[in-house]
């Protein structure tokens, strides 16, 4: 069964800063992979998503992702961060071939300060 | 276009009692999921159901059941509730929940339903 780890249960960034949210998976032949975004009493919102093609992944909001297949990761950036960003991120993962059945990470929540 | 709604917001029951969530999806969606996230937790996958047929079910046990209706609604069910089933019920829908179909990955998520069980 596939496993996520998102290695950093809070991260804490200045505004206008650089911002790293990490995502590793159990190793799998081929993987779909997700990163979602909670904001307090709300729904998970989809930032982006892998399928196939480019490693690099761009999503809303500014964020990014890469794939790394050989460090089985998929690491969230963005270049500059706003307060309006401080929420939970979930990365979510799911192997290729049958239904929907995504494993979720535990979350990395975000903290934004002024 | 309406969004994912869920009903109740929030719900208190005892435990032993059984509950019924209420979840729309979201207009043209076929395909419905259920989540449950416990507190400081990730969201686990309960179960899926695609044009009223269940197509996939996570590690829950049978008392956790549901139910797709022609127009794509969907109930949760769960009874003899215990201590641990407290948490928020997320309900996600989709296009396609067939395997490949890359619809099937754009899940668009209600705010959920926080279930306290004491």
């Known amino acids: 069964a596939q496993s996520v780890t998102q290695l950093d249960s809070q991260v804490p960034v200045f505004e206008e800063a650089p911002v790293e949210l990490r995502c590793n998976y159990s190793s799998s032949v081929s993987v779909y992979l997700f990163w979602y975004v909670q904001y307090p009493n709300q729904g998970l919102q989809l930032l982006l998503k892998y399928l196939s093609g480019s490693t690099l992944v761009k999503g809303i909001n500014g964020f990014e992702a890469e794939f790394n297949k050989s460090q089985t990761s998929f690491h969230l950036r963005k270049p500059s961060v706003h307060i309006s960003d401080t929420a939970e991120y979930f990365c979510a993962v799911k192997d290729g071939g049958g239904s929907y059945i995504p494993t979720f990470g535990r979350g990395t929540s975000l903290i934004v300060h002024p | 276009e309406t969004g994912v709604t869920q009903s109740p917001t929030h719900l208190i029951k005892t435990r032993g009692q059984q509950v019924t969530l209420r979840c729309s999806s979201q207009?043209?969606?076929?395909?419905v999921s259920w989540y449950q996230q416990a507190l400081g937790q990730g969201p686990q996958f309960i179960f899926q159901?695609?044009?009223?047929?269940?197509?996939g079910r996570g590690n829950f046990p049978p008392r956790f059941s549901g139910l797709q209706f022609p127009n794509y609604s969907s109930e949760l069910n769960v009874n003899a509730l215990e201590l641990d089933d407290s948490a928020l019920y997320l309900c996600?829908?989709?296009?396609?929940?067939?395997?490949?179909?890359?619809?099937?990955?754009?899940?668009?998520f209600g705010p959920g339903t926080r279930l306290t069980v004491t």
């Open positions: 996600a829908s989709s296009l396609d929940g067939l395997a490949g179909l890359p619809s099937a990955y754009e899940q668009y």
């Open positions: 207009s043209g969606h076929n395909t």
């Open positions: 159901y695609y044009r009223e047929e269940e197509n």
